[in-house]
Nanobody, 122 residues
């Protein structure tokens, strides 16, 4: 089993920045890919960004490309999502996920965090 705990959410004005963290514990050796998803009120959960744990290769949704950066610290088993130039439409609960396959499909991720709320005011 892998446990994921997110932190760093909050309320920010449009144009501001936040950094989310996702601390992984347990059988992290079984994880190859870490990802962030988000779910806005009344909408389905959507892919945001992913990263390979070993090489650090990244992939982003078009909606966040150039504004968000996913990174990791292998020593402390933590993945980050730096969010800049935030927009009201970025408001959502952000979830960290872990899996073994390079994919933006949430169905392929085995482990999920509890989520952290990000609210961007206009």
């Amino acid at each position: 089993q892998v446990q994921l705990v997110e932190s760093g959410g909050g309320l920010v004005q449009a144009g501001g920045s936040l950094r989310l963290s996702c601390a992984a514990s347990g059988r992290t050796s079984s994880v190859a890919v870490m990802a962030w998803f988000r779910q806005a009120p009344g909408k389905e959960r959507e892919f945001v960004a992913l990263l390979t744990w070993s090489a650090g290769n990244t992939y982003y949704a078009d909606s966040v490309k150039g504004r968000f950066t996913i990174s990791r610290d292998n020593i402390v088993n933590t993945v980050y999502l730096q969010m800049n130039s935030l927009k009201p439409e970025d408001t959502a609960v952000y979830y960290c996920a872990a899996g073994r396959i390079w994919t933006a499909s949430q169905n392929q991720y085995n482990y999920w965090g509890q989520g952290t709320q990000v609210t961007v005011s206009s």
